[in-house]
């Protein structure tokens, strides 16, 4: 005999799935939502459900969205585009309600070591929209790692000839933290990439 | 506007009702539900709304069960009792696979500041069940906090006169940890509670 019941079981299997949960973190949710009345556990899956049924990808940027075109890219400047790799990265910059601009996921990035090229990714979706509109700009906002360097370079390749632009997020030292503790590889990139005061 | 698109904000915040679930987490957990397929995130809400709708208490112990009475009422040693607070206690007594006996889930502790008297909890179907069977010792494995001790201490006044067997389980210091390093009261406690050898 199991020690739990099959749908208790079943859904710690189920929280197991989420990511960073392991048993003992899924059970207790499970038992929070056995806690919960029914119209809560409703609401909850409701929820589950509504994300898979509603949410699909923006026909011009590729972020999330509701309507066929995302709200940002309705209502903004499109002569700046920043380039992401996933749209989570697109609430990570739209959180600081400083980028007036409009986005571009790619959905990946270049990766040949896990046989990622660039028609994998959503470049060619980028360049129609370079040569399309009137864009001034192209700020690679991809992760400061291998891949997301290589893509950086592999962009911006394609699209200087453009006459367009294209910037990259700058490395170094966080704010707040100390040049002590910052590890070397970002040390020596704040150096390469330091600024005349 | 929302950094959130509606159906994404939803889940964050349903999530966020989690135990120990903050934005950020949340946040995550959301994302890994919008790359599940349709039929895994199906699955998920299925598996939350099951939980609801099949799993309830058990007439006799009050743990959880899906027929009227558990798989551990009807199969197992009904001379011993082993009392717990609520039914996530019964499954890390049973994760040990030591406890041959059965449980009654009391749902609460006896906590006069909370307004939580005998009455409130499922003390009267404890003492029904002893009348009426052939029990012959009751385990009281309540926390061993003040309520915890408190109800203990309230169970053993009731259960005494009636021949039967009033048991705690022991206090001491947790196996495979240190003297120098155990509390006080935890300390103090296995001096009480020590054991000719």
């Known amino acids: ?6 749908p208790i079981g079943k859904l710690i299997n189920e929280f197991s799935k989420l990511p960073g949960v392991g048993k003992k973190t899924a059970q207790r949710y499970a038992y929070k939502i056995i806690d919960m009345s029914e119209a809560e556990a ?8 509504g994300v898979k049924r509603k949410v699909h990808y923006c026909k011009v940027c590729g ?3 509701e309507e066929e075109e995302c709200a940002i890219c309705r209502t903004r400047d499109k002569s700046v585009i920043c380039v992401v790799k996933e749209p989570k990265d697109v609430f990570a910059i739209e959180k600081l309600r400083e980028f007036k601009g409009v986005y571009h996921v790619l959905h990946g ?6 046989g990622i090229g660039p028609n994998d990714i959503r470049i060619r979706e980028l360049l129609a929209r370079i040569q399309n509109g009137d864009v001034k700009e192209v700020i690679v906002a991809t992760n400061p790692d ?3 360097d290589a893509t950086a370079m592999y962009l911006a390749k394609l699209i200087k000839p453009l006459d367009v632009a294209v910037t990259r997020l700058a490395h170094g030292i966080p704010v707040g933290s100390e040049i002590e503790y910052t590890d070397d590889v970002t ?5 390469v990439e330091r600024n005349r005061l």
Do not use: Q
């Open 109 to 114: 990035v270049i990766d040949p070591l896990s």
């Open 146 to 148: 291998v891949s997301g």
């Open 63 to 65: 972020n999330f969205t």
């Open 187 to 191: 040390l020596a990139r704040a150096f």
């Open 1 to 6: 005999m199991d020690i739990f019941i099959e």
């Open 42 to 49: 409703k609401a909850f899956a409701d929820a589950i459900l």
